[in-house]
């Protein structure tokens, strides 16, 4: 006992010493500064893995959405041509789905039936786009598949959705997904069947890859704007048009924001600032002088007008500006503001054909009917009085070119955009297949399918996808 008092008064005489003492304080402060590092650098590694995580998820997300709605084409396909293109993507988007799966702090076990079906559906559609590029029509089992491939794909996005709210919300974060969400992925996918997956493998073949070798002409390249018509204006002229636009009387400043050359539609810029204290920007076409885009903002009340009311506004405001004859196509509403996209229609001796490509879009406050904004680059870009060929292939030639499943709703002659900057003449089928709405364009001169879009009705609007 005394021999352990002697050596606790030792250290202390020792920690008396000056010397001894800054050693150890040193030491303190190295520990602790040891220790803030590498807390940070753990705090960074995980700020960086989450981040790393999130990026993949919504990846995910993305891509899974993409193998349904591509899915859901196929199921209405008529043409092997047109089905070998969206069974391709179905394809592609599954291998994409797949690789960003892995990459979640997920156990493989526990998502190996999520990752079985994004396989098989990958090789699955590859499988039957290459009997679409033999010219061989789809059987009524291979739609059987894809619709039973589909309905699970739906499910599997459902899912994704919900958990991409939980995580937006903080009610699930990645340290707690790794033993939570595989549980929510295996029971959402358990409906997938071993006995669905045994039938689709049977059809399952090895596989290189696609070369596409896509129709291209070099004009193609410089498009004429068709709508940009008229001389070149200058500053002055462009900002007299802004203030007819707004209206002397409410504007308080017009600041000059000059002119964008370097662009595909050289235009003159304004900031206008209005007597209501509310800000616009608007852009003016240096040639003709044509409002490109307008668009200002602000705290929109409670709503007092319907749909039907402020489509008319946007129609008699088109007709005021100088573009008539349009008509509303699909629309989106957010926060009080309701966006709609307008078409031209052009008379023919077959009734009204609308033209796709003339698109102008206008933003509309639902509290009192202001139109808030404006944009025209796609009527700028295509306007102009087409050459109307003679139908050569009837509405009722088409519909025999349609899936058989497809409910028609409605029909018309439309003109409707390529990626090669084109347009095709067709026949507008609007249908359902089960609970999915479709739009199928059927060329009104040859027969052929053009394309497939998948219509979703969202509570903010229509859209298609």
């Known amino acids: 006992m005394g021999k352990i008092r002697e050596k ?6 020792r920690l008396q010493d000056r010397h001894m003492l800054t ?48 899915l859901a084409k196929s199921l209405i396909s008529s043409t092997p041509e047109h089905g070998a ?5 179905v394809w592609r988007e599954a291998n994409l789905a797949q690789s960003y799966l892995a990459r979640l702090p997920i156990g493989s076990n526990e998502l190996a039936n999520t990752s079985k079906f994004l396989n098989q559906v990958s090789d699955y559609s590859f499988t039957l786009s290459r009997k679409n590029i033999n010219n061989e029509n789809l059987t009524q089992e291979d739609l059987g598949n894809l619709e039973q491939l589909h309905d699970y794909s739906l499910e599997l996005s459902n899912t994704l959705n919900q958990l991409s709210a939980d995580m937006n919300e903080g009610r699930i974060k990645w340290g707690e997904l790794e033993q939570k969400a595989g549980s929510v992925f295996a029971t ?21 890859g696609l070369i596409y070798d896509g129709a291209f002409s070099e004009h193609l390249t410089s498009v004429e704007k068709k709508g940009l018509t008229g001389e070149n204006i200058s500053e002055e002229q462009a900002r007299k048009i802004t203030e007819e636009y707004y209206g002397t009387d409410k504007i308080e400043e017009i600041t000059s924001q000059g002119l964008s050359e370097n662009t595909d539609m050289p235009s003159y810029s304004f900031l206008v600032t209005l007597k209501n204290k509310q800000t616009a920007n608007i852009s003016i076409s240096q040639k003709g002088g044509h409002i490109v885009y307008a668009n200002s903002n602000r705290e929109v009340g409670d709503r007092t007008i319907s749909y039907e009311r402020a489509d008319e506004l946007g129609k ?25 996209n307008y078409a031209y229609a052009q008379d023919s001796t077959q009734g009204k054909v609308i033209m796709y490509p003339d698109l102008i879009k206008l933003k509309i406050a639902l509290d009192n009917g202001e139109i808030l904004g404006i944009e025209t680059t796609g009527y700028l870009n295509c306007h102009s009085e087409r050459q109307i060929p003679e139908v050569k292939i009837s509405s009722e030639q088409a519909k025999q070119n349609l899936n058989p499943n497809l409910n028609i709703e409605s029909e018309k002659l439309v003109y409707i955009p390529t990626q090669f900057k084109t347009e095709i003449f067709c026949w507008e089928f609007k249908g359902k297949v089960k609970d999915t709405e479709f739009l199928v364009y059927i060329n009104a001169e040859t027969g052929k399918e053009e394309d497939v879009l998948v219509i979703k009705d969202t509570p903010n609007g229509i859209l298609t996808m």
Do not use: C
């Not at 606790?8 to 005489?13: A, R």
């Not at 590092?37 to 999130?54: G, L, S, T, W």
């Not at 996918?189 to 290189?208: C, G, M, P, R």
């Not at 405001?317 to 309701?338: R, W």
């Open 85 to 89: 293109e969206t069974l391709t993507h």
């Open 23 to 70: 050693i150890v304080v040193v030491t303190i402060i190295v520990i602790v500064a040891m220790g803030l590092y590498i807390y940070k650098r753990e705090r960074d590694y995980r700020q960086m893995a989450e981040n790393n995580y999130n990026m993949a998820f919504f990846e995910l997300v993305d891509y899974v959405q993409n193998v349904e709605t591509y």
């Open 316 to 340: 008699e405001f088109l007709q005021s500006k100088n573009f008539p004859n349009m008509e509303e196509t699909y629309y989106l509403e957010e926060e009080g503001i309701l966006t709609i």
């Open 188 to 208: 959402e996918v358990s409906n997938i069947s071993q006995d669905s997956f045994d039938t689709l493998e049977e059809n399952f073949h090895e596989y290189a």
């Open 8 to 13: 606790i008064y030792d250290w202390k005489n």
